[in-house]
């Protein structure tokens, strides 16, 4: 059974930084899909970063480029987002995913939600002004 889950999320000041993480277990293929989205009160969920485990590639949304950093540690199944410079408008909750479905790269480059198979069930992020 494929489990997610997110920890990492709290509360901190624009301008500061968290780190979240997602431990994953039980995930029955060597290459696949892992990301990051979110999603505001509010708001539809969207994607935030990926990366494809197969190759290390990297993938961001334009609203955190240079800000953001995704990471996997394989040894330890865990999947990270590095947050720094946040704003208020991060503020939301936010999913680890994973999907392994072909054409891997149609929805990681995204990322896109439509090719993820497993969620987590989220960790919330609030960034005061």
């Known amino acids: 059974q494929v489990q997610l889950v997110e920890s990492g999320g709290g509360s901190v000041q624009a301008g500061g930084s968290l780190r979240l993480s997602c431990a994953a277990s039980?995930?029955?293929?060597?290459?696949?899909?892992m990301g990051w989205f979110r999603q505001a009160p509010g708001k539809e969920r969207e994607g935030v970063a990926a990366i494809y485990t197969g190759g290390g590639s990297t993938y961001y949304a334009d609203s955190v480029k240079g800000r953001f950093t995704i990471s996997q540690d394989n040894a330890k199944n865990t999947l990270y987002l590095q947050m720094n410079s946040l704003k208020p408008e991060d503020t939301a909750m936010y999913y680890c995913?994973?999907?392994?479905?072909?054409?891997?790269?149609?929805?990681?480059?995204?990322?896109?939600?439509?090719?993820?198979?497993?969620w987590g069930k989220g960790t919330l992020v609030t960034i005061s002004s």
């Open positions: 039980g995930y029955p293929y060597s290459s696949y899909c």
């Open positions: 995913a994973a999907g392994a479905s072909l054409p891997v790269a149609a929805y990681c480059s995204g990322p896109y939600e439509w090719g993820m198979d497993y």
